[in-house]
């Protein structure tokens, strides 16, 4: 047993467990639909005051955001197909860099920089990425970028309440995360994230406190 350098529970695999590695290939997965989405909200959104007309034939050029283009870059058109680019883009600055560590220790050409290269580059690299010293500040880096592009993009993620008690603060904040790679976390409680599997334990355990109600 060795302690999960990312979550700190125990783990019987090197380094990270079992649900921290699926989650942060989870978090891998998303991102490139994170980043179109963050591409998509970079026309500031025009709202009119009531009773006011837009007139169509002035034609005023739509103000870009511009917490939009310094994430993404001035090329990011070119981050969504998928041609080189270049000049610092935050978002495939952080990929790179990370990227471009892995090619090197792994002796391997470092792949280019587009976001749908990266991203798959490090899903195929992702067990072995989970032994590294640095799995953590990588997995803090991928939360801060998907954090952030949602944030940009305005798109919160789908969160549904579960039907379970929290099992540290007894509170009904359980939720399942769209894209957060837990099966259920706690709303209050950052330590509660639970696995499909451990998810599926605490259902059980406490559907039976239910159907026992003596015993508890
Ligand atoms: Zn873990
Ligand atoms: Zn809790």
Known sequence: MTECAVCGRNSNLPRTCRPCR?????????LPEAVVQTWMARHRVQRGTNGERVSAS??????????????LGPSADAVLTGEDQEGPVPVVGVLSA?????????????????VSALT?????????ACRQEWVADFAVELEGLLKTLR???????????????????DLRTMVREE??????????????????????QLVAEQAQAVSTPGEV
């Not at 699926?22 to 998303?30: D, E, F, K, P, T």
């Not at 990370?98 to 587009?114: M, N, Y």
């Not at 798959?120 to 072995?128: A, C, K, M, T």
């Not at 944030?151 to 540290?168: A, F, N, Q, W």
């Open 179 to 200: 894209g957060s790679g837990w099966a259920a976390e706690c709303r209050y409680c950052s330590v509660v994230k639970l696995s499909a599997r451990e998810y599926a």
């Open 58 to 71: 002035k034609e005023a050029p739509i103000p870009l955001r511009m917490d939009v283009l310094n994430l």
């Open 22 to 30: 699926n989650r942060i290939r989870g978090l891998l997965l998303g």
């Open 98 to 114: 990370w990227s471009d560590l892995a090619a090197e220790q792994t002796c391997q050409k470092p792949v280019s920089h587009t």
């Open 151 to 169: 944030k940009v993009s305005g798109i919160e993620p789908v969160r549904i309440l579960l039907p379970v008690t929290c099992p540290t603060c």
């Open 120 to 128: 798959q580059f490090l899903v195929d690299h992702v067990e072995w």
